[in-house]
């Protein structure tokens, strides 16, 4: 970094190592703002996965396999009506003694929530929905349960599917040997009709408890839940960033620096401040210089007496004119008199006192920071009339409103905040400009520079446009008229 102490002046480009740092860190401001967009839907995700799992019972299926002789076509298929009617499931049932087990299904389970998938899930009743029995209870958990169909070769499969999976191959192997036990019986069951012949059956495989879940697992389910979830919460708040339309909301932008508003508040008005000061025929020479000497030197202990509230001063007017950038340079020049460390940071393209700050007039500048062609250290130059350090308006610079409303402007002068005691901006008139409020949202220390001579109301109404944008702390300044042109650039 440049010293502004040293004896001998360096080269015109310096080297600012703290603010480089803090330059390169901004090259990732997008990579942290999509990090910082990425927590609440990660959140989201990580609860209705949890929740997901939870509330997803595990369900399992057994199967058992009869052979039925097949060379009856009729006797085949009255055999899947006899395993599926609701005679046969309550005879089922009653002599296995399955009632308990099948009326609460949701004793297995993982708590509240997974007695409630079960009820949606078409396993339970809810205990206040109906005054049911439990052997209705029973019938309706293995009816919502149970598949029987023709697999070929005169095979009969029976799946049954339930929460527990040794109760799922309880049920299985207690229909197929029901089953089987009603065609070897004498009697004919009553289902089947006009009573024919019972046909031949035997069991073939004898279902067994399940190890793995059916789909879908818990697992499965909670995945499923935490991406849709994040990608649901991912979308919504892209497409409200899409509404609101704010300049540095969207992915990609840079974020205005966080800062507290502070209270409006009235500085010091410095020198001759209405129509009733002496008028510039009044003064002599000497009286004028001595006065503007006076008044520069209340302006730059004004801003040294405020310390680090005053680490970012921005110089501006109601109206434009040579006299803000002749104070901005002025105040710099002072306070780094005083062995402060103090940049120039020159906003108003259209003044000729900043644009000649520097022997070459294409050296980059405040232009080439923001678009990021350059870095600080080729922005920044020393201005060879004091230890002051200078950023040119720079290369291609044509209009102020487009520096103002510059998307990195605030994060370069709270980098150079860390650097220098003291960040002064020369700016065009601000009162009513499109974007100001951006740099008025960094709480600086606003010098207001009025015209000698001027109505106070002027003045007045310059300070309000202000502090409408936002400018909480305001000194007007209104300095004695110069004897000549020049009297002030010499004087500093």
């Known amino acids: 970094m440049i010293d502004p102490r040293e004896s001998t002046p360096p080269m015109a480009a310096g080297t600012v190592s703290e603010a480089d740092v803090a330059d390169s860190g901004n090259r990732y401001v997008p990579a942290r703002r999509l990090l910082r967009g990425l927590i609440l839907p990660t959140l989201a995700a990580l609860v209705m996965a949890g929740i997901a799992g939870e509330v997803t019972a595990p369900r399992y299926e057994s199967r058992a396999r009869l052979w039925i002789d097949g060379r009856d076509a ?8 006899v395993l599926t009617s609701r005679d046969f499931a309550r005879q089922a049932i009653e002599t296995h003694r399955l009632t308990a087990r099948l009326a609460a299904p949701t004793a297995s389970g993982a708590g509240v929530l997974s007695g409630t998938a079960l009820q949606l899930a078409g396993f339970a009743m809810p205990a206040d929905a109906a005054p049911l029995s439990r052997e209705t209870l029973a019938l309706r958990s293995l009816e919502r349960g149970l ?16 929460p527990d999976p040794r109760l799922s191959a309880d ?7 029901t089953y089987v036990e009603l065609r070897q019986s004498r009697g004919v069951h009553p289902a089947e009709p006009e009573g024919p012949a019972p046909a031949p059956a035997r069991i073939i495989a004898n279902a067994a408890p399940a190890t793995v879940a059916r789909w879908p697992t818990p ?7 935490g991406i849709g979830t994040f990608a649901l919460v991912f979308g919504l708040q892209s497409w409200l960033r899409r509404r609101q ?12 620096p966080e800062t507290t508003p502070r209270p409006r508040q009235h500085l010091p008005w410095i020198g001759a401040h209405s129509s009733e000061s002496p008028s510039s025929a009044e003064l002599t020479s000497p009286l004028r210089l001595l006065s503007r000497e006076r008044e520069q030197a209340d302006l730059a202990r004004l801003i040294e007496l405020r310390g680090t509230a005053a680490r970012l001063v921005t110089v501006t007017g109601g109206r434009a004119h040579e006299s803000i950038a002749r104070c901005a340079l002025a105040l710099g020049r002072s ?7 103090v940049v120039v940071v020159c906003l108003d393209v259209a003044s000729p006192t900043l644009d000649g700050l520097t022997a070459d007039p294409r050296a980059p500048g405040l232009t080439d920071l923001l678009s990021g062609v350059c870095g600080f250290s080729d922005a920044i130059h020393r201005e060879s009339a004091s ?9 291609g610079a044509r209009e102020a409103d487009g520096l103002v409303t510059a998307d990195r402007l605030p994060l370069i002068l709270t980098a150079l905040k860390q650097t220098y005691d003291h960040v002064i901006v020369a700016a065009p008139p601000l009162g009513g400009m499109a974007g100001a409020e951006r740099l008025a949202s ?8 009025t015209q000698p001579g001027g109505m106070a109301t002027d003045a007045v109404q310059a300070f309000d446009a202000l502090a409408s944008l936002g400018f909480g702390e305001i000194a007007m300044v209104t300095f004695t008229p110069e004897a000549e042109p020049r009297a002030l650039s010499r004087a500093a």
Do not use: F, M, W
């Open 171 to 177: 049920v299985a192997n207690a229909l197929a040997a």
């Open 335 to 341: 306070l780094a008199g005083t062995e402060q460390r």
């Open 219 to 225: 697992l499965l389910s909670s995945l499923l839940a």
């Open 245 to 256: 339309g704010a300049p540095g909301h969207e992915y990609g932008a840079v974020p205005l």
């Open 387 to 395: 230890r002051c350090h200078v950023i040119p308006p720079g290369r």
């Open 442 to 449: 960094l709480s600086p220390t606003t010098i207001l520079v």
């Open 147 to 162: 598949d029987v169909r023709q697999i070929g070769g005169g095979q009969v499969a029976i799946d049954v599917v339930s």
């Open 74 to 81: 009729a006797a085949g298929r009255d055999s899947l009506k």
